[in-house]
T-cell receptor, first 114, second 114 residues
Framework: AQSVTQLGSHVSVSEGALVLLRCNYS??????LFWYVQYPNQGLQLLLK??????LVKGINGFEAEFKKSETSFHLTKPSAHMSDAAEYFC????????????FGKGTRLHILP | NAGVTQTPKFQVLKTGQSMTLQCAQD?????MYWYRQDPGMGLRLIYY???????DKGEVPNGYNVSRLNKREFSLRLESAAPSQTSVYFC?????????????FGPGTRLLVL
């Protein structure tokens, strides 16, 4: 069974600083991995997804994530934080069978300090 | 395309009351999902439906029932609401593209059970 662990329920960074949100996964088969973002009082939006085409995945709003099989990690980064990045971020995993469930992590709330 | 729509947006129930949360998607997706989101718990899967006429339990199905009325609609029913069911409920649908599922979320329903 798959699972994801997001390290840190809250992360604070200064505006302009590097954003690093950590995600480790567990999967018995090569996984598909996702990052979703939820802005206040809104639903979830897909940021980016890993499907094995490339280990470094670029998403919307300047975010990217790198799949590291040896570390079972899929950390989300952005070189320079912006105030508008304040939101909750969810890492998710799915195996490659069609119609399988997508399992979400517990989320990390990103705070941007002026 | 309206995407994934949910009704109602807000609801207050008394303990023991019943209600149905409605979800519809106009993207011709086969798979649909119901999640609940609670602080510090992330998203937890309640039920999902891989196709019209099929439903399966997720992580937290107790106290809920679902109905996949047709390809477009997937409803979630609380027969006897309990305060522990106070949550934000998200419906999602997914498509198979490039060999993997990508989920699209509705705006959510905020439910308060007194």
């Amino acid at each position: 069974a798959q699972s994801v662990t997001q390290l840190g329920s809250h992360v604070s960074v200064s505006e302009g600083a590097l954003v690093l949100l950590r995600c480790n996964y567990s999967s018995s088969v090569p996984p598909y991995l996702f990052w979703y973002v939820q802005y206040p009082n809104q639903g979830l939006q897909l940021l980016l997804k890993y499907t094995s085409a490339a280990t470094l995945v670029k998403g919307i709003n300047g975010f990217e994530a790198e799949f590291k099989k040896s570390e079972t990690s899929f950390h989300l980064t952005k070189p320079s934080a912006h105030m508008s990045d304040a939101a909750e971020y969810f890492c998710a995993v799915s195996d490659r069978r069609r119609d399988d469930k997508i399992i979400f992590g517990k989320g990390t709330r990103l705070h941007i300090l002026p | 395309n309206a995407g994934v729509t949910q009704t109602p947006k807000f609801q207050v129930l008394k303990t023991g009351q019943s209600m149905t949360l409605q979800c519809a998607q106009d993207m011709n997706h086969n798979s649909m999902y119901w999640y609940r989101q609670d602080p510090g718990m992330g998203l937890r899967l309640i039920y999902y439906s891989a196709s019209e006429g099929t439903t399966d339990k997720g992580e937290v199905p107790n106290g809920y029932n679902v109905s996949r009325l047709n390809k477009r609609e997937f409803s979630l029913r609380l027969e006897s609401a309990a305060p522990s069911q106070t949550s934000v409920y998200f419906c999602a649908s997914s498509e198979l593209r490039g060999g993997f599922e990508t989920q699209y979320f509705g705006p959510g329903t905020r439910l308060l059970v007194l």
